[in-house]
């Protein structure tokens, strides 16, 4: 402990060295220079690309981005996440139609389609209420989003997730449902749901079209008397005698496509994705690992090693690409009340947004970062610049210390499933396997409810500005790309016109009043050349 308040105390100092006034006066200065520089694209974009962090609210940003920077040897308040120097952001407005605090498929099916619908509803407008019977879905409900549109004109789509691929994130892209559990084999005798397939069924056998499938959920895809291939323990899960892996490779086989499945890591890393327009890729039987909990010997990807043959695979198409990605455990993590977990994960979700940034152009893509709700997870106390964010406040006796004299954490949680409050001192907090204890006793941490923020980089990025609907990030998607609703209609004369040299078109930029101004200053110029030729004569 001695060692590690030398160490902070050098930190300290070394900031009180060099953050002066003239560093904060150069950091403004550098500030407003960059935002200068920046240029709207007006293009149309040619891929999409949302990324979102499930549950990562703003003080999961803020204390992942001190995890980060601290990990690195700094003090970490200074640093920051690939995605928070994207050049736009705005807020999000996460409600649900029929809820102030929101789920993850109501909030994703919005991001998606661009439409507001009911908590825990897949692909179906407000008319089908949650859990409701299936004849209820129909033809009208259905929602389109922009995974559907991508299909239509031609582009590659693909999904990756650390969680089941038939979660509620994932499934929004492509599902149709009253109840987001209905993962494998929905219930019977619940109103014609032999006409609703479950979720994993939506998938294989209703869009044999979706280039790229990567995540977990192996069990949900197989039935009862398939064992796993590397948990036999944990055998498949449907009762209906299908088997949907052997159905996806029957399909690629007929349709004489190059296809891929695996399960491994080793499977993944070794594929040469120039040789293949299909892969599915199931890790785990359920969902993935957690971040903290990984061994070297893991057999599961991380999720920027999805992310990186995702896109090998996606961007052979010359029509382009959409692709979903989900860091899906940082919201398993809160639920839990592991604070390092959430941020681990958190850290890895981050290390695929510089992969993207890394394989994709700006002049071409549009890349959204951004995530579905947050959590009642705090930042609190007043410890010192520096201090351990997983840490204990450290100087609570200096400002103000709690009353019952014990030591408390920066990290903490309103609710969950973790809520004794003892005496942490002597407790390693750091560990992946402690809980931040919360106030009230619940099954599982909650989510929140205020606004999440939305980064974004590349063609209409610079649309993103203000507080705005959730949904709106569904209609900037498509009118970026021309797509669905904005097929006809997503201005492109405006755009191609502002993407024009100014010679080309200096009326549409310079305003009249100023151009009548310089042919007034041309006249005058004029006219005392002729006066001045006129008295030399």
Wanted: charged share 20%; proline share 4%.
């Amino acid at each position: 402990m001695i060692w590690l308040l030398a160490v902070l105390g050098l930190i300290n100092n070394t900031l009180a060295m060099n953050e002066k006034k003239d560093f904060w006066l150069q950091d403004g200065k550098d500030g407003i220079q960059s935002i200068w520089q920046t240029k709207p694209n007006f293009k149309k974009a040619h891929n999409l690309i949302l990324m979102i962090g499930d549950g990562m609210g703003l003080s999961t940003i803020t204390a992942g981005r001190i995890y980060q920077g601290q990990k690195k040897g700094k003090s970490g308040e200074e640093n920051k996440l690939t995605f928070e120097q994207f050049p736009y952001l705005a807020l999000s407005k996460t409600y649900n139609v029929d809820r102030q605090v929101p789920d993850s498929a109501g909030t994703a099916v919005a991001m998606m389609t661009g439409v507001k619908v009911n908590m825990a509803t897949l692909g179906v407008g407000i008319d089908v209420p949650f859990a409701s019977e299936c004849k209820s879905v129909t033809d009208k409900s259905k929602l389109k989003g922009a995974l559907h549109y991508a299909l239509e004109e031609g582009k590659s789509v693909g999904i990756v997730t650390t969680t089941r691929v038939t979660h509620a994130t994932p499934a929004a892209a492509f599902a149709h449902i009253p109840h987001r559990d209905w993962e494998c084999v929905t219930p019977r005798g619940n109103g014609n749901c032999e006409l609703v397939k479950d979720i994993a069924f939506q998938l294989i056998m209703d869009y044999p079209n979706i280039n790229v499938i990567l995540g977990g959920g192996r069990q949900y895809f197989t039935n009862s008397s398939t064992a796993d291939p590397v948990m036999s323990s944990m055998p498949g899960l449907r009762n209906d005698g299908l088997d949907l892996i052997k159905a996806w490779k029957t399909e690629k086989m007929e349709r004489k496509v190059q296809h891929d499945y695996v399960y491994t890591r080793q499977q993944l890393n070794a594929l040469d994705a120039s040789s293949i327009d299909y892969l599915l890729g199931l890790f785990a039987p359920s969902h993935m690992t957690y971040e903290a909990d990984r061994l070297p010997s893991s057999v599961e990807p991380t999720l920027t090693e999805m992310t990186e043959k995702a896109i090998q695979i996606l961007k052979k198409n010359p029509k382009g690409y959409f692709l979903l990605i989900e860091g899906g455990k940082i919201d398993h993590g809160h639920h839990e009340n592991g604070a390092k977990k959430a941020l681990e994960e958190l850290l890895e979700f981050d290390n695929a947004v510089a992969k993207v940034t890394e394989m994709t152009s700006e002049d071409d893509t549009l890349t959204i970062v951004t995530a579905d709700h947050s959590h009642v997870f705090a930042i609190s106390g007043y410890p010192t610049r520096g201090n351990n964010i997983l840490g204990l406040v450290d100087n609570m006796d200096a400002i103000e210390s709690p009353l019952d004299n014990m030591p408390f954490l920066t990290l903490g949680y309103l609710n969950g499933p973790f809520t004794n409050r003892t005496n942490l001192t002597g407790v390693d907090t750091t560990a992946s396997s402690f809980h931040q204890p919360g106030c009230i006793k619940m099954n599982l941490e909650t989510h929140a409810g205020e606004d999440v923020v939305i980064y974004a980089r590349g063609p209409m990025a610079h649309l993103f500005q203000g507080t705005r609907e959730q949904s709106y990030i569904g209609h900037v998607m498509m009118y970026s790309a021309c797509l669905g609703v904005y097929k006809d209609n997503c201005d492109m004369p405006k755009r191609n016109m502002m993407l024009e040299p100014m010679s080309m078109h200096c009326s549409a930029v310079i305003p009249r009043s100023t151009l009548w101004t310089l042919l007034g200053l041309v006249v005058v110029v004029v006219v005392n050349q002729l006066s001045e030729s006129t008295r030399n004569v």
